[in-house]
């Protein structure tokens, strides 16, 4: 069966400092991985999604960046936290047009 | 521009009786649509999906109604029980895209009073 792991599940980070959310799939190969966030009142907003190693897809300009290292290993990476980027972070693969979306358990992100 | 919209932040409902969680969407291309439950510090769990081609998908105490003239769906939860509280999602894709991902709503959260 397919897993997926995501971690941190909780980070407190100064307002400036560097980010690295790991998201790893385990039971299938060649996902769609993607990166959520949700924040109070903007239901879960899509942030970048890939279809391949080193294929990343942005949707909304934004002080973050991802990146395919490996075929089941999707990082969510920034230079410099602000503090709007305190969020809900979430991962997620699927295996593509039409299909559901399965969740990671989440990294709640504080940024003080 | 928020295409999928859910109008209902929230909603209270008895135990035992039917939840109706609706859902309307702009973009006519859409012809995949998904419902999504969540509950707090986890991430979304999926429920119930509905291609264009039909009108009605049923699972359960979970059915899914999409009328597609008036660009609408909604969840029915009958009967409804205590665990059903949480947020739920509804979500939209589109094949003719060649479309990977899934445009979400912004949530309902559901009460279920004992």
């Known amino acids: 069966s397919q897993t997926i792991h995501q971690w941190p599940a909780t980070l407190v980070q100064p307002v400036g400092s560097p980010l690295s959310l790991e998201c790893t799939v385990e039971g299938t190969s060649n996902p769609n991985l993607y990166w959520y966030r949700q924040a109070a009142g903007r239901g879960l907003q899509l942030l970048f999604y890939?279809?391949?190693?080193?294929?990343i897809s942005s949707e909304v300009p934004q002080n973050l960046s991802a990146s395919r290292p490996q075929d089941r290993q999707f990082i969510l990476s920034s230079k410099k936290l602000l503090l709007s980027d305190s969020g809900f972070y979430l991962c997620?693969?699927?295996?593509?047009?039409?299909?559901?979306?399965?969740f990671g358990q989440g990294t709640r992100l504080t940024v003080v | 521009d928020q295409q999928v919209k859910q109008n209902s932040p929230s909603l209270s409902v008895q135990e035992g009786r039917i939840s109706i969680l609706n859902c309307d969407y702009t973009?006519?291309?859409?012809?995949?649509f998904l419902w999504y439950k969540k509950y707090p510090a986890e991430g979304p769990t999926f429920l119930i999906s509905?291609?264009?081609?039909?009108d009605k998908n049923e699972d359960g105490r979970f059915t899914v109604f999409l009328n597609k003239s008036a660009k609408h769906l909604s969840l029915h939860i009958v009967p409804s029980q205590p665990g059903d509280s949480a947020v739920y999602f509804c979500?939209?894709?589109?094949?003719?895209?060649?479309?990977?991902?899934?445009?979400f709503g912004t949530g309902t959260r559901l009460t279920i009073i004992p």
């Open positions: 973009n006519s291309m859409f012809d995949y």
């Open positions: 979500a939209a894709s589109s094949f003719n895209f060649g479309n990977e991902k899934l445009t």
């Open positions: 997620a693969w699927s295996w593509g047009v039409n299909t559901e979306a399965f």
């Open positions: 890939s279809v391949g190693i080193g294929q």
């Open positions: 509905i291609s264009s081609i039909k």
